[in-house]
């Protein structure tokens, strides 16, 4: 899914936090937002994937604005993850559950997600009472299991163990190279930015301020 920005404005006490005149994050790419704390990062995020309003401009998703249909296509993982008071399980299967899923296809995408993020055994705990990469592990899992179009994070690894790191950033790539999945992260990590990304978007007092290859 294509996502092109036009003359984006977005105030907070009558102060632009978001103010971008034109950019586009192409289908099957990942990218990368930098840029110091207050820059617009996550503001810019939450616009993008529908939870947060904005005060002008245009945001077309391959080509029409974005509609409910389309939402269930789209998925945001904030850096601090919401968990529903159940079962690591049951975070993992609910967005199954809402898009009316046939229970084997669920039983099936949440064993192999479970598998390939090394969270099985987590299965029947109380999903908050997990440590940091754990939580992150299942916020992610929940996020994936869907197969969605474009996914959109907030700091995916921050304060977690390079172990952790290493799993969640092979889940992410692996599926922008097989499902072209569009992903857009948020990150003070350099190293991971360039490890991951086609392209790194700077911002500045809510400006974008470059696009680096």
Do not use: W
Not at 139 to 153: H, I, K, M, Q, Y
Request: with cysteine; aromatic share 6%.
């Amino acid at each position: 899914m294509d996502i092109h920005i036009t003359n984006l404005l977005k105030k907070y006490h009558d102060k632009a936090v978001v103010d971008i005149d034109h950019t586009q994050f192409k289908s099957g790419f990942i990218y990368g937002i930098t840029g110091d704390n207050g820059a617009g990062k996550t503001t810019l995020l939450k616009i993008i994937a529908g939870l947060e309003r904005y005060d002008a401009g245009e945001i077309l998703y391959s080509g029409v604005p974005l509609e409910q249909g389309m939402m269930k296509k789209i998925t945001y993982l904030s850096q601090t993850p919401y968990l529903m008071r159940t079962s690591v399980y049951e975070n993992i299967v609910y967005p199954l559950k809402i898009r009316n899923i046939d229970p084997m296809t669920i039983e099936k995408k949440a064993k192999d997600i479970m598998d390939e993020l090394q969270i099985t055994e987590l299965k029947n705990q109380l999903a908050t009472q997990l440590s940091g990469g754990e939580s992150q592990k299942v916020a992610l899992a929940r996020a994936l299991v869907f197969d969605p179009e474009v996914l959109l994070l907030d700091e995916p690894t921050a304060s977690i163990d390079p172990a952790t790191i290493d799993t969640i950033e092979e889940a992410i790539t692996k599926r922008n190279k097989q499902q072209k999945m569009t992903v857009i992260m948020i990150s003070h990590n350099m190293d991971q930015v360039k490890r991951m990304c086609h392209e790194i978007v700077c911002m500045k007092k809510g400006k974008k301020i470059s696009i680096k290859e």
